[in-house]
């Protein structure tokens, strides 16, 4: 009889597997719908916003772009005679001022020659004088036919080449006194001196490629950099309205203020290869934050839009209708509504037209909105707008028109 006992325990053991199967299904459909992540109701239900006001602030009118850092002055010391070095008077990396002493050459051979110049000088114009004492007789004889004519006009020509003479000796002596105080070699201008090219007790000539020292003026300096044609006519605007527009410098990473400055000028010419023209712009430099050849990123303030209609830039949507946001109207519903947008700065999106103050506007959860739709409304006082900054050019290159969503906390 254990044929019918292996049936009867298949059976008991395939209801037990039923029994357990319906049990889980009851359980998992029993359980109470969990909204998904975000705070979003089931489907069909309202979605989860942050809102923020429509104010009124000042936009700063601001062109990014890429410099170099460029010396206003950079100076190769070379010398202008040559002659064995004698003396160093600098000490690498030292601030000079114009007419600092830096170099000494051995100016003994120059000072022989200027010597030798003077005695040459005293013989020649001794005999000028002996000349010149001559012609003084022969006039007296030529007036009373004593002498020939012929005798006093070569004794007169004799003189004028002596005096010639005397005026060459003389010039050689002012030479040789040019190339002694050569051999003193000053700071032309001001600056700091670099690295020293040259020992003490070389010989040098003023074929020398790399020179003796090299003097970069870094107070003040410049940044050259440029921006695409497009945007000169604005800038000119400003400079011909008499408008002195402000320069901001930031580091490679564009997120470090280095120094603030003016544009001081722009090329004549716009290169054709790339549409872009060059601008200089200076700064006093006092901290020598700017160091030459140095990269930086240059932010340009060249207007202030003033009482302008300002929203975050979270909140501006772009798609097949053009530009719009959400705004949540009073009965907690959002509807769609088209913008005209004007300059950016940083976060903070001017509207010429659409939007009012006080309006709000949905800056987080707009990604599954429509028009009508029912929302949840949640608290969030980082999705208010940033205020105006108190320095607009001081806000870091690259940041116009960049839009952040505002942090949440637990998806609430």
């Known amino acids: 009889m254990p044929a019918p006992r292996s049936r009867w325990g298949s059976i008991v053991a395939g209801a037990v597997v039923l029994l357990l199967i319906a049990g889980v299904a009851w359980w998992i459909e029993s359980r109470p719908a969990v909204p998904p992540a975000g705070g979003r109701g089931g489907a069909g239900g309202p979605m989860s916003i942050v809102p923020a006001s429509v104010t009124k602030g000042d936009i700063a009118i601001v062109l990014d772009a890429l410099g170099t850092v460029t010396p206003l002055s950079t100076v190769t010391v070379r010398t202008q005679i040559s002659g064995q070095l004698v003396n160093i008077d600098f000490r690498e990396g030292q601030d000079v001022k114009k007419g600092d002493a830096l170099a000494e050459i051995d ?98 000539t003023p074929g020398d490629a790399n020179g003796i020292v090299l003097i970069t003026l870094l107070q003040p300096i410049s940044v050259i950099f440029t921006l695409p044609e497009d945007d000169l006519p604005a800038i000119l605007a400003r400079i011909q309205a008499g408008a002195t527009l402000s320069a901001t410098a930031f580091d490679r990473s564009a997120t470090t203020q280095l120094a603030v400055g003016t544009l001081m000028t722009l090329d004549n010419q716009i290169d054709t290869s790339t549409g872009t023209v060059k601008l200089r712009s200076q700064f006093a430099n006092p901290d020598e934050k700017l160091y030459p050849n140095q990269f930086v990123n240059i932010r340009l303030l060249v207007d202030t839009l003033h009482d302008a209609t300002v929203v975050p830039t979270s909140a501006v949507q772009r798609g097949s209708p053009g530009t719009y946001v959400y705004l949540v109207n009073a009965d907690d519903t959002v509807s769609m509504r088209m913008i005209d947008l004007g300059p950016a700065d940083g976060e903070r999106q ?63």
């Open 107 to 204: 100016s003994r051979p120059y000072e022989l020659a200027q010597q030798q110049a003077q005695g040459q000088l005293m013989r020649d114009q001794a005999l000028l004088d002996d000349a010149r004492l001559d012609l003084e007789r022969y006039k007296t004889l030529q007036a009373t036919n004593a002498i020939p004519k012929q005798q006093y006009d070569t004794q007169n020509s004799l003189v004028q080449q002596l005096q010639g003479t005397v005026l060459t000796d003389q010039a050689q002596i002012d030479t040789d006194k040019l190339n002694i105080a050569y051999c003193h070699i000053v700071a032309p201008g001001d600056g700091r001196v670099g690295l020293r090219q040259v020992d003490q007790g070389n010989y040098v």
């Open 350 to 412: 001017s509207v010429r037209s659409g939007l009012a103050p006080g309006d709000r506007v949905v800056v987080d959860g707009a990604d599954k909105l429509r028009d009508g739709a029912k929302v949840i409304v949640r608290d969030n006082a980082a999705a208010a707008p940033a205020p105006a900054p108190a320095n607009s050019g001081a806000q870091p290159a690259g940041a116009r028109g960049q839009a952040k969503q505002p942090a949440t906390k637990n998806g609430q």
